[in-house]
Antibody, heavy 120, light 110 residues
Framework: QVQLQESGPGLVKPSETLSLTCAVS?????????WGWIRQPPGKGLEWIGS???????DYNPSLKSRVTVSVDTSKNQFSLRLTSVTAADTAVYYC?????????????WGQGTPVTVSS | QSVLTQPPSVSAAPGQKVTISCSGS????????VSWYQQLPGTAPKLLIY???KRPSGIPDRFSGSKSGTSATLGITGLQTGDEADYYC???????????FGTGTRVTVL
């Protein structure tokens, strides 16, 4: 069974960098698939942040692209998110997820989510 | 604001059927596959439907998906109290080069 677990600070100061890691178990990242980050502000809907292929190819949400970096560490079977210059608008629950194998893009396995608050 | 529009809420009695629409455009639904997610209160989203109408293993056939033109629909039959949740559609948008989610629909079992 594929499992994903997010980890990182729950509180980040404005203008600083948010860094999260997603540890994957039950599946080798090197085997393939895109691995993504999605966030959900309090009381709001889902927003895709970006995805990375095991080879390192990335796709980012154009609205966040200038501030986002997603990277992968196949030796640790994990991938990471960096979001720079954060503001209160970046307060959200952050989820990591795997893109499933099908004709289109979809997220078949999700982490439980980690809440991040941006506040001084 | 999302490029995929869903009704804010739908409701029905136990055992009844509900449908949730997801309206987009040719750059997203019209030319890409649609997926649907269920988010129970306080939990992570769960994949219900992928590639327009396929169900992952373990998802009951009470849940169904369809697509026509630039719109997609999720159907839930035999509604149960455990189906009370938020439901989101999602797809790739070729113009934005981004994965987009719908605005979300809250299902209430009366």
């Amino acid at each position: 069974q594929v499992q994903l677990q997010e980890s990182g600070p729950g509180l980040v100061k404005p203008s600083e960098t948010l860094s999260l890691t997603c540890a994957v178990s039950g599946y080798s990242i090197s085997s393939g698939s895109y691995w993504g980050w999605i966030r959900q502000p309090p009381g709001k809907g889902l927003e895709w942040i970006g995805s990375i292929f095991h080879s390192g190819n990335t796709d980012y949400n154009p609205s966040l692209k200038s501030r986002v970096t997603v990277s992968v560490d196949t030796s640790k079977n994990q991938f990471s998110l960096r979001l720079t210059s954060v503001t209160a608008a970046d307060t959200a629950v952050y989820y990591c997820a795997r893109t499933g194998h099908g004709s289109g893009r979809f997220f078949d396995y999700w982490g439980q989510g980690t809440p991040v608050t941006v506040s001084s | 604001q999302s490029v995929l529009t869903q009704p804010p809420s739908v409701s029905a009695a136990p055992g009844q059927k509900v449908t949730i629409s997801c309206s987009g455009s040719s750059s997203n639904i019209g030319n890409n596959y649609v997926s649907w997610y269920q988010q129970l209160p306080g939990t992570a989203p769960k994949l219900l439907i992928y590639d327009n109408n396929k169900r992952p293993s373990g998802i009951p056939d009470r849940f169904s998906g369809s697509k026509s033109g630039t719109s997609a629909t999720l159907g839930i039959t035999g509604l149960q109290t455990g189906d009370e949740a938020d439901y989101y559609c999602g797809t790739w948008d070729s113009s934005l080069s981004a994965y987009v989610f719908g605005t979300g629909t809250r299902v209430t079992v009366l």
